[in-house]
Structure formats: C-alpha cells, structure tokens
C-alpha cells in the first residue's frame, strides 16, 4: 500500500495546501462511494456477482448462494462493465435465466449445453430442475441422454425421482445414462433404485449389468450390501459373475469378509470360486496374504486364478519364499506358468533356486515364464550372479527356439517379451533379427523386427 503522505520519508512536514488539497480529494471520493452505493443495484436472487475495484488481477472466488449457477461457467449475455479510468465497481453475473437460455439454444455446441446443464444440476432450484424437465420432454435424444448424465450432479430427490422415471425410457442410451447420473449421486434412493434396476428379470442383460457396474462404483455402505446381497441371491452365473468383478475391484478392506466367506461355501460353483478370486487381481489394497492361502487350493483351476491375481495385483509383495515353495511343490505345469509370474510381482526371491526349477521344467508353457522371469530379473539387475550367462550359454537359444515354432501364440510372444528385456545385450539382439527375419508367426515377426530395427541402449555391463 503507497503511504497517505506522498512526502513521507523525506524529512518535510506537510504543506498546509497540501493538507487542503488532500482532504478535499478525500472528500470526493467518499462522496463519490456514497453516489455509487446508493445507485448500484444489489444482485438480483440467482446471481452471482464477480466484482473487481479499478484493477486487473484476478477476481476473488465468489460465494455461491442457492439458488445461483457457478460463475465459472462462461454465459452468452453476460453484462460487464469495466471503467477502469474512474475506478467504479464491474459486476460479471450469471443468472438461472442466462443457464437456461443456453440449454433451450440448439445453435450451441452441445459441450457449451452440458456446462449449462450441469449447473443447473448443482444450482438445484426448482427453476433449474423445471427447465430441465421441460428439455427432458422435448428435447432431442443426444440432449436427453446429456441431462440425465448431468442430473448426477445433483443432489434433491426430486433430480433422483426424475432419473429414476428415466430408467424405463425405452431408449437404452438414455437409461445407461440415468443409471450413470444416481451412480453420481450415491445416495441411499439411488442406491435403491439401481438394486431393483439388477434384480429386474424383465430388463435387458446390458442394462441390469450396468446397474452392477454403477452400484460399484459407489462407495457407500449400501452399495456393498446391494452387491453382496445380489452375489448370494441370484442365480445366474454371468450376473454374479458381473457382481464379483465390481465387488473385486472395491477396497480389500471392505470385501476381505465377503470373500472369505463365499470361498469357503460348499454350495459355491467352481466356475464362480474363479471368477471371485479372479476379480480381486482388481482390488484397491493388498490382498497378497488372502491369495496367498489360496495357492495351495484343492482345485487346480482356483490355484491358476490366485497365482493369475499375485501378478497382477498392484500391490508388490514380500511372499517371494512362499509362492517358491509352492512352485517346488506344484505339479500342473499351468498353475507353475502363473507362480513363475506371481513371483515377478514380488520384492525379491531366491534365484539360484527358480533357475533350478527352470532349468528342469518340461512343459514349454511353464518353460517360457520362467526364463521370462529370469530376464526381467536380469534386465533390471544385470550382475545377479550366473544369470547372464545362463542366458549366453543357454537361454537365448532356448527362447529363439520358442518364438520361432512355439506351439501356442502366447509362448512364442512371451519369448519375444523375455527376448526384449535383454535386448540391449548382443546375443538376444542377435536372436531378434534372425526372428525379423524367419518367424512365420506375423506377430513375432512384427515384434522382433521393431526391436531389431531399433535396438535399445546396450545393458549396463554386470557390476556397473
């Protein structure tokens, strides 16, 4: 802020035509605010006024009353007023009325329309919630389908009771986006209306899976007791099948008593076990420990799901020693293939002991994922001991030889993959463009020849 004083500082008293001429411009500026308040109309209800004062930073975030749209959506007709010159007050306001004359303008963009819509959503009024019923009714499909999408954004019963009407439109497109506006809003009517949305013989397998799928991703109490309510009640396969995979992807916290549960029922099919610990390779946390129980399942399909989920699960474990005492022990070489994966997905693991097991696998399958670990170990750790050259004196040949007449498509571009990860060394290079150039499998040929065209810096050499 400048000092009151323009001679401050300088070691003078003020003049006394100084002082006049000061109060006297003081004066006119206090009458001038007076003039101007009393003339300046206050805002009209539902509207947001955006003030600056004769400068040109930004403007503070304006407070928001109900029944008032966000001002940051940009509004044709807006009324501003700058007079920069002789500091007088600008107002930028946005009204329901400016909202609703977008809405209704099918010259706009449709984006431009569904920035409208959506504050209306949040503004909530029943002037706003009337002009989008009024679109609802006459409005085209397209502007239909993006209202109901923005009806999520608001949280009244009346809004929720609008979209549940709009679950039996008999446009399908306008249905999955109500049942997508009360996924939005979460709350227990919504969470109502799409539980009786999946439990509805009469709908279509695409609709009620989109109940499953909304009811997912709401993160209420509700929600979860819908879905697991649904697992143990309905009996068709796919739909709980549907169920799991949502119920999967939710927080291990959550769900950990649910799995267990449904896991352990005598009365649960095999094809479902699968399906449940399948859809947990999904979750938010870590289910290591749970998975790791089921290893070691009677059923060799459920054992092949839980290695499948160790991998690909985000969380990196520590239960490197586990899942190799349980490939040491593994007899079928599919459920081997996945434990060699699950390992990839853990902090550490004892080498020497997979590269015995590799070295005395017989199933190709089982074969390549181990070598394909070993690779990636190697690739990010090149002075493992005894690792490269195994690779040198063995691996590469064997993986060239997988990829070139491998007997599934999977083996052969798992080879290539391992191939890859070593492809800054000058064997595995090699062995990639004799592939580029005799691999009868398109893929494999296409693969190794981006490779062989375009090779990698070379690996740091071991102990560097």
Known sequence: MRPNNPEAGSGKGPRPAVILSTLAAAGLVVLAAVLLFRHTPAPRPGTTPVSTVGDTTAPSAPTVVPGSAPAAVSMAGTNMERAASTGAVAQVQTSVNDLIKILNDPSLPLEERKKAIKALAQDGSPEAIGALKNALASGTDELRVAIAEGLGACASLDCTLVLQGLLSDANAALVKAAVQGLAQQGSPPAIAALTQLLYDSQRSADIRESAIQALGTIHQPGALDALTQAALNL??????????????????????????????????????????????????????????????????????????????????????????????????????????????????????????????????????????????TLAENPSTPGLQSFFDQTAIAQLRQIALSGPTSDERMTAIIALTRLAGTQPALQALQYLAQNATDPSVLRAAGNIANNPPHPLPAPGN
């Open 235 to 376: 009996n068709d396969e796919g739909f709980v099948t549907e169920i799991l995979t949502a119920l999967g992807s939710r927080d291990f916290s959550e769900t950990q008593g649910f799995f267990q549960n449904y896991l352990r029922s005598p009365t649960v099919p095999s094809d479902l076990r699968v399906a449940a610990v399948e859809a947990l390779a999904q979750a938010q946390g870590d289910p290591t420990a749970f998975l790791l129980t089921l290893v070691s399942d009677p059923n060799a399909d459920v054992r092949n799901a839980a290695a499948w989920a160790l991998s690909a699960t985000e969380a990196t474990g520590n239960a490197g020693a586990q899942l190799l005492g349980s490939l040491q022990a593994e007899s079928d070489p599919g459920v081997r293939a996945r434990l060699y994966q699950a390992l990839g997905n853990q902090e550490s693991y004892d080498v020497p002991s997979v590269l015995t097991a590799v070295e005395n696998e017989k199933d190709p399958a089982a074969q390549v994922a181990g070598l394909d670990l070993l690779a990636k």
